[in-house]
């Protein structure tokens, strides 16, 4: 069974950070890529942050130079560090799991999420 567990996620003031995390199981991590979407109320989902198995990695424009995305191979675990939070990021963050290379049975995955608030 496939599981994509997010944590790490809180109520913080303006310029604070947080170190999100989703935990994978079930799942050959080396073969996926990872990222974390965040959706604010009444706002669609966007791509936050994704890191390729080989490290490569793509931001946001909002959340450029402030973000840093990571993985650990051996934890099978996906980081995200937000400094220098702003009330704009404030939403849910979801975990998501895309293979790389499609084969039969192979399949995306999402996690159920972590609320970020930032407020003053």
């Known amino acids: 069974q496939v599981q994509l567990v997010e944590s790490g996620g809180g109520l913080v003031q303006p310029g604070e950070s947080l170190r999100l995390s989703c935990v994978a199981s079930?799942?050959?991590?080396?073969?996926?890529?990872m990222a974390w979407y965040r959706q604010a109320p009444g706002k669609q989902r966007e791509l936050v942050a994704q890191?390729?198995?080989?490290?490569?990695?793509t931001y946001g424009d909002s959340v450029k130079d402030r973000f840093i995305i990571s993985r650990d191979h051996t934890l099978m675990t996906t980081f995200l560090q937000m400094n220098n939070l702003r009330p704009e990021d404030t939403g849910v963050y979801s975990c998501?799991?895309?293979?790389?290379?499609?084969?039969?049975?192979?399949?995306?995955?999402w996690g159920q999420g972590t609320q970020v608030t930032v407020t003053s």
């Open positions: 998501h799991a895309k293979v790389e290379i499609v084969r039969p049975g192979t399949s995306d995955y």
């Open positions: 890191i390729t198995s080989q490290g490569q990695r």
């Open positions: 079930g799942i050959i991590f080396s073969s996926y890529t």
